[in-house]
């Protein structure tokens, strides 16, 4: 269900809050190995993580996970999410699920590396995540590069 184990505890850390100094240095960063290729908004060498996404290069297909609590959170619900940017917007049915370890709920969806996608990652100024009725908001500046070798690694 989730990505590699590097990439778990950043998305635990983050979701726990993390420290407002270490929110105030996210960026996005790019990670590449023989089995997948990710983009993390977070902040460099902790293991603070507010969205990820990983390309499975053998299936092709890309996984999406954020920390979000929503109303009525039970394990296995099924919920829209919408990423936007100026680029264009795409829309995922996410899961959700409750992490035992740190009552953390997250969701996941599994979506392809098209160019809707692409354009969101890569063209906009400011990714916005629609869950229910809340947006958060990210700003894109930084993610270009890391976004197009995810986005060419699932093709």
Request: aromatic residues 6%; contains cysteine; hydrophobic residues 45%.
């Amino acid at each position: 269900m989730w990505p590699k184990p590097l990439v778990l505890a950043a998305l635990l850390a983050a979701a726990s809050g993390g420290s407002a100094d270490a929110q105030d240095r996210r960026q996005w960063i790019g990670a590449t190995n023989p089995d997948n290729v990710v983009l993390l908004y977070g902040t460099p060498d902790t293991d603070d993580v507010a969205i990820n996404f990983t390309c499975d290069r053998a299936k092709k297909s890309i996984k999406f996970s954020y920390a979000f609590e929503p109303e009525g959170a039970r394990n296995g619900m099924r919920l829209d999410v919408e990423l936007s940017s100026e680029g264009g917007k795409v829309a995922v049915s996410a899961t959700g699920q409750r992490l035992e370890m740190d009552d953390l709920f997250v969701l996941e969806a599994t979506t392809r590396a098209d160019a809707a996608l692409r354009r969101i990652l890569t063209e906009g100024r400011t990714l916005s995540i629609r869950v229910q009725q809340r947006t958060q908001t990210f700003p894109l500046a930084g993610a270009a590069k890391p976004a197009a070798d995810l986005i060419a690694a699932c093709s």
